[in-house]
């Protein structure tokens, strides 16, 4: 059974620091999604990570993928407040099925 | 483009009652799936369907819920009856059913199990 873990699960930083969260996924997989919710809101979709050593980068997030040690890193550089949100990563069960499992998420509070 | 629609927003039932959940997803996009996301936890599927047919349905409750896409595009989610661990948001994503795009979120429906 595919399983997959983030963490941390909560996270508290100053605005300006940087920070790095973790996905950890338990089988194979080429792909891996990074998806954004907003308190009360739904999940926005941030990244598409389609291959090996993908890196994908939107303003003050980063991220990429390591199929080989099936672990996929979410970097945030100079965090601001606008940051402040859960953030999930989501692995397909198959090549050819978007049947996602998310990990628990990990909640982000940006500190001024 | 237009997102994909759910209604309604919220609800509040007693347990052993049932309730309906709506879901319209993007225009052509073929895949439709319902998420159960409890409090603090990610989502978790319950089925998925290619444009009318039932792909994944092996996390859902079968013994209280049921879920159908007739003609493809619009879908239903129903559970009878509810239970107090029931009480979640219920979320509705759809995509284009090619393996490499991403799922489009609804807003979900929060239910709430009294």
């Known amino acids: 059974e595919l399983k997959v873990e983030q963490n941390p699960l909560f996270l508290s930083m100053q605005e300006g620091k940087n920070y790095t969260i973790y996905c950890n996924y338990s089988t194979t997989s080429d792909r891996l999604y990074w998806y954004r919710q907003d308190p009360g809101k739904s999940l926005e979709s941030l990244f598409v990570l389609l291959s090996n050593g993908a890196v994908k980068q939107e303003g003050r997030l980063m991220a990429s993928l390591d199929t080989k040690a099936r672990l996929s890193t979410l970097h945030i550089t100079a965090a601001v407040h606008d940051l402040s949100a859960t953030y999930f990563c989501a692995v397909p069960l198959g090549y050819n099925n978007n049947d996602m499992r998310f990990g628990a998420g990990t909640r982000l509070t940006v500190k001024p | 483009e237009a997102g994909v629609a759910q209604s309604p927003r919220y609800k509040i039932i007693e347990k052993r009652q049932s309730v309906a959940f709506w879901c319209n997803p993007i225009?052509?996009?073929?895949?439709l799936y319902w998420y159960q996301q409890i409090l603090g936890q990610g989502p978790k599927l319950l089925i998925q369907?290619?444009?009318?047919?039932?792909?994944?349905d092996s996390q859902l409750p079968k013994d209280r819920f049921s879920a159908e896409r007739l003609k493809g595009v619009d879908s239903t989610l129903k559970i009878q009856p509810a239970k107090l661990e029931d009480s979640a948001v219920y979320l509705c994503?759809?995509?284009?059913?090619?393996?490499?795009?991403?799922?489009?979120f609804g807003n979900g429906t929060r239910l709430t199990v009294t």
């Open positions: 994503a759809s995509s284009f059913g090619k393996n490499l795009s991403p799922l489009h």
């Open positions: 369907f290619q444009n009318n047919g039932v792909v994944d």
């Open positions: 225009s052509g996009h073929a895949t």
